[in-house]
Structures are given as structure tokens and as C-alpha cells.
């Protein structure tokens, strides 16, 4: 069965400055990996993901992340915050059928403080 | 283009009573899933539907059926509600249900059960 671990609940960041949320995932099966971001009073939006190829990942909003297959890690980082990046962040993993149905970790609220 | 639509956005309900949510997908997307997301938890998968038939089941007890109609769009029915299943209940379309084509969520219906 996958997992997937959000090692902080909470990051507090002032704007302007780098920040990076922890995912780790355990799979026994191909591994497929998303980060969405949830808004309040809104559903989940896509903002990047690995199926294969290149470990690094971008988005188009300055985010990216990176499949360390060694360390069952896919943390995202951004090197300078905007208070807009004010949000709700979630690490999923696919089921390994590549079939969508994914597994969630915690979710790790992003604050950006002017 | 409209997105994914879900209808009522808010609902409250009591224990004991049953519920049916609904769901639009995109237009010429066939694949609908449907996850629940419990206050302060990442969202849980609760069924996929593609082309009107059943393709993965989460951890959920049989309370929860769901079923998808010849123009793909889907309805969630929990029967005997508990107040556990106070969440918000997501909704998932995609065009052929696996990971190649994108994931585009709707913003929730948000049931309460008093």
C-alpha cells in the first residue's frame, strides 16, 4: 500500500524569501507523484508532477520539485515566495496503476508574511 | 469551458439520514472520481468511475455507492450518515482516467451531519 508523510503541518515564511515543503511516500510499485494546492473554499489544482524522465520538476509559477528516488523524497521548493503562494499544500502519490487514485498526505499550509 | 461542477455546495444533514451528491465533468471527459476531505486531513479516494463502470474502490464502508450516468456525470450516495462523514467531498474528472491526461478538480460540496 503507498503512503504518504508531509513532515510539516505548518510553514511560516516571510515573502521574498526560499521556502521548501517536505513529502516523503512509500510504494511498493511504480511511482507516480503529484504536489496540488488547495485555496480556501476551493478544490485542488495541479502544480506539477513526476511520471518519469527528468527528477526535476517545474511548474509554472516558480515552484519545483524532485524525485529522490533514494530517499523516497519529492519536496517542493520555491526560491522566493509571493503572499499569493498563501496555501494549502498537498504530496500525492498514485496507486501505481497510474490510474489516478490517489493517495494524500496531511497537507502542509504555506503562510507567507508580509 | 465550464469545469468541473458540483452541486449543492453546502448541506447539512442528519444522522441517520441519506445524502446524494452530484457531479459534472468536464465536457468529453469520461473518467469521474470522487475523494472526501475530513477538516485538517489531505483528501481520501472513495470510488473512480469511467465510462459508467466501477474502477477502484477506496476504504469506505458500503454506505457509500456511487454510480455514473451516460453522459459521465456522477453521483456520491451515503446512506445512514454518521457524524464522521462531515467533509468535503471533491469531485475529479479526467479524460481517459489515467495519469497521461490531467486531473481537474471541482470545488466541493461541504456536507455537515448534526
Known amino acids: 500500500a503507498q503512503s504518504v508523510t508531509q513532515l510539516d503541518s505548518q510553514v511560516p515564511v516571510f515573502e521574498e524569501a526560499p521556502v521548501e515543503l517536505r513529502c516523503n511516500y512509500s510504494?511498493?510499485?511504480?511511482?507516480?507523484l503529484f504536489w496540488y494546492v488547495q485555496y480556501p473554499n476551493q478544490g485542488l489544482q495541479l502544480l506539477l508532477k513526476?511520471?518519469?524522465?527528468?527528477?526535476l520538476v517545474e511548474s509554472i509559477n516558480g515552484f519545483e520539485a524532485e524525485f529522490n528516488k533514494s530517499q523516497t523524497s519529492f519536496h517542493l521548493r520555491k526560491p522566493s515566495v509571493h503572499i499569493s503562494d498563501t496555501a494549502e499544500y498537498f504530496c500525492a502519490v498514485d496507486s501505481g496503476a497510474g490510474s489516478y487514485q490517489l493517495t494524500f498526505g496531511k497537507g502542509t499550509k504555506l503562510s507567507v508574511i508580509p | 469551458d465550464a469545469g468541473v461542477t458540483q452541486s449543492p455546495t453546502h448541506l447539512i444533514k442528519t444522522r441517520g439520514q441519506h445524502v446524494t451528491l452530484r457531479c459534472s465533468p468536464i465536457?468529453?471527459?469520461?473518467?469521474v472520481s470522487w475523494y472526501q476531505q475530513v477538516l485538517g486531513q489531505g483528501p481520501q479516494f472513495i470510488f473512480q468511475?469511467?465510462?459508467?463502470?466501477?474502477?477502484g474502490r477506496g476504504n469506505f464502508p458500503d454506505r457509500f455507492s456511487a454510480r455514473q450516468f451516460p453522459n459521465y456525470s456522477s453521483e456520491l450516495n451515503v446512506n445512514a450518515l454518521l457524524l464522521g462523514d462531515s467533509a468535503l467531498y471533491l469531485c475529479?474528472?479526467?479524460?481517459?482516467?489515467?495519469?497521461?491526461?490531467?486531473?481537474?478538480f471541482g470545488n466541493g460540496t461541504r456536507l455537515t451531519v448534526t
Open positions: 465536457s468529453g471527459h469520461k473518467s
Open positions: 510504494s511498493s510499485v511504480s511511482v507516480y
Open positions: 468511475y469511467y465510462e459508467k463502470e466501477e474502477r
Open positions: 513526476y511520471l518519469s524522465g527528468s527528477t
Open positions: 475529479a474528472s479526467s479524460l481517459e482516467g489515467h495519469i497521461n491526461s490531467p486531473l481537474h
